[in-house]
């Protein structure tokens, strides 16, 4: 499989009044035209890690890798613009919360197509025609009347298929969602997941989806990073979840209560220190 | 059959014109652990709020370990028989009060002169050593906060604890524990829980009955055994339980 993307021996660090904060220490990973899952419990480094593979790392942390590529392109030693130039266009993410990615006093409409015009030459009536065209790939029943909204005039489901459709309106060529759903009822949540699987599919798109769900990741994504303290600790096919052999991913998954099971008291995580040297 | 712990009937609480409890009734009984489930916005907090005194029901009835109760009057009495635990400990304990200020208000409310004791009783129950006793509770993991905020319901020996989403915010790590910790406490105390959750696998991992509520309504209640092996009869219950299963690709 060719690769998409690049990530070698990746490390970002925070400097903070009590010292260094190591937030991903040295993840490696390849993609390809895949779902790729990451999990791993907060503060992890999941977000850190995906924020650096846009290009949106904080300017007071310090990034370092051995590689990090996006289709060839040395994303370390890419300009700014440049940089901007792939964000959005050919790399996109969508985060957990939309209320903090769609500006709430523009109308949702105006928001695509602006967001369209950034990367492209479009006209005002083409930008119209995809953006609702965008719309209705997410399943938003009534496109016209959506395109009129403002962002808090729909419901926490509706608004993350908007910032799908915003981030995918220019056809990028990886998407990160950063825990997408975990803010959404499960019934809505799988709606959600449908359709984002589907473009990914359709458009034959790379995924990094984040999440701190280790079931939903599994059963969503082909293949699966585990972190712990900002390290990879396992990488494994999902289909192969059953045999993990870290014992913080046979953790994870034993101390979820399940339906049907009855485990009493349920296993819990027993930490070993050396999982985070 | 066991006593009755706690009876709704019929209640509807209003906020303007918005109905976000529609004659809902759901009965408890001594020593069960009761579970409510549903979407966001479906009246679950509502309910347990309206329980303990925190809103106002407009009509229907609410009755708990035999005395009845309106509006938002609550003796004192009330809060020797129910506590309630929130889902987000950082909401429900004021950061800058230590722990022991934290525990203490309850006890000096209801003039317990055994503190110290009570005190010391509540952090080992809890799995939190005396040490943690003058820490402030921004000081704490949420895991720690959520274990602060069982041992100050439980330091008035309550019977009914009314839980609403009390690992929602937490690690599936830290959710194991705390849900341990809760089942401990009932067994070592015969507590009567009424647990709020959106997830169904914690709700039938807790609890032996459990009623799924909508829209303000309650869908229908059944057991937990009646859940497992589908032995329900609405549709709505049946997405839950799907749902709750991950996604799936077809
Ligand atoms: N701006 C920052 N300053 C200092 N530390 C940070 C900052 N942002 C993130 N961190 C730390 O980096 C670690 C990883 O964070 P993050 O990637 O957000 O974790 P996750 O997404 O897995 O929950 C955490 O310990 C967090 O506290
Ligand atoms: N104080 C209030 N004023 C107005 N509306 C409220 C208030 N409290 C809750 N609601 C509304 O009542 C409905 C039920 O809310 P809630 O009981 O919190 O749902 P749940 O806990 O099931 O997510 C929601 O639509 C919510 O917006
Ligand atoms: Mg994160
Ligand atoms: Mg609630």
Redo the contacts between chains.
């Keep these: 499989m060719s690769k998409l993307l690049t990530v070698d021996d990746l490390r970002v660090s925070f400097p903070t009044r009590t010292g260094q904060v190591d937030a991903v220490r040295g993840v490696s990973f390849t993609l390809g035209k895949e779902r790729l899952g990451i999990v791993g419990e907060s503060g992890s480094g999941k977000s850190q890690t995906g924020r650096a593979i846009m290009g949106l790392t904080p300017g007071h942390a310090k990034i370092s890798a051995k590689t990090l590529a996006f289709d060839g392109i040395d994303l370390l030693s890419a300009s700014a613009s440049q940089r901007r130039a792939l964000r959005g266009k050919r790399v996109a993410m969508i985060l957990q919360d939309p209320k903090y990615s769609l500006n709430p006093v523009m109308t949702i409409g105006r928001q695509i197509i602006e967001t369209l015009r950034t990367h492209e030459n479009v006209s005002m009536k083409e930008g119209r025609a995809r953006a609702l065209a965008m719309l209705e790939a997410v399943q938003i029943r009534d496109p016209e009347r959506v395109f009129d909204l403002y962002p808090h005039e729909v419901s926490g489901g509706m608004g993350q298929r908007v910032m799908i459709a915003m981030m995918l309106v220019c056809g990028p060529e990886l998407l990160i969602a950063d825990e997408p759903t975990s803010a959404l009822d499960v019934t809505v949540q799988l709606e959600v997941l449908a359709i984002l699987d589907k473009l990914v599919s359709e458009r034959g798109m790379g995924l990094i989806f984040i999440s701190h769900d280790l079931r939903l990741v599994s059963s969503f994504c082909d293949r699966v990073i585990v972190m712990y303290g900002g390290r990879v600790v396992e990488e494994l096919p999902s289909a192969n979840l059953a045999e993990a052999k870290h014992p913080y991913t046979q953790g994870l998954l034993n101390c979820l209560p399940t339906i049907g099971t009855h485990r009493h008291p349920l296993p819990v995580l027993e930490r070993k220190p050396e999982w985070a040297l | 059959m066991s006593a009755s712990a706690l009876s709704v009937r019929n209640m509807v609480v209003a906020f303007d014109d918005f109905l976000a409890l529609d004659d809902v009734s759901i009965d408890v009984r001594e020593g069960e652990s009761f579970g409510i489930v549903g979407?966001?916005g479906s009246g679950k907090s509502t309910l347990l709020r309206a329980i303990a005194g925190l809103n106002s029901f407009e009509s229907g009835s609410l009755t708990v370990a035999g005395t009845s109760y309106r509006g938002q009057t609550r003796s004192k009495d009330f809060y020797r028989t129910v506590q309630m635990v929130f889902q987000d400990p950082y909401g429900s304990l004021h950061p800058r009060q230590t722990v022991d200020r934290l525990l203490l208000e309850p006890l000096a409310i209801h003039g317990f002169t055994d503190v110290d004791v009570r005190i010391a009783r509540a952090l080992d129950e809890v799995g939190l050593g005396s040490g943690f006793r003058f820490r402030y509770s921004h000081q704490l993991s949420g895991g720690q906060r959520q274990r602060i905020a069982i041992a100050r319901a439980l330091i008035l020996e309550p019977k009914i604890l009314l839980l609403d989403e009390p690992t929602s915010a937490l690690?599936?790590?830290i959710?194991?524990?705390i849900?341990?910790l809760l089942?401990?406490a009932r067994k070592d105390r015969g507590l009567t829980f009424v647990m709020v959750s959106?997830?169904?696998?914690?709700i039938?991992?807790?609890c032996e009955r459990l009623t799924v509520m909508r829209k303000g309504k309650v869908v229908e209640t059944v057991s937990v055994d009646a859940?497992?092996n589908r032995a329900f009869s609405e549709d709505y219950t049946r997405?839950?339980?799907v749902?709750?299963?991950?996604?799936?690709?077809d």
């Design positions: 979407e966001s690690d599936a790590s959710q194991a524990e849900l341990n089942e401990q959106h997830d169904l696998g914690v039938s991992h807790m859940l497992e997405a839950l339980l749902a709750s299963e991950g996604f799936r690709r």
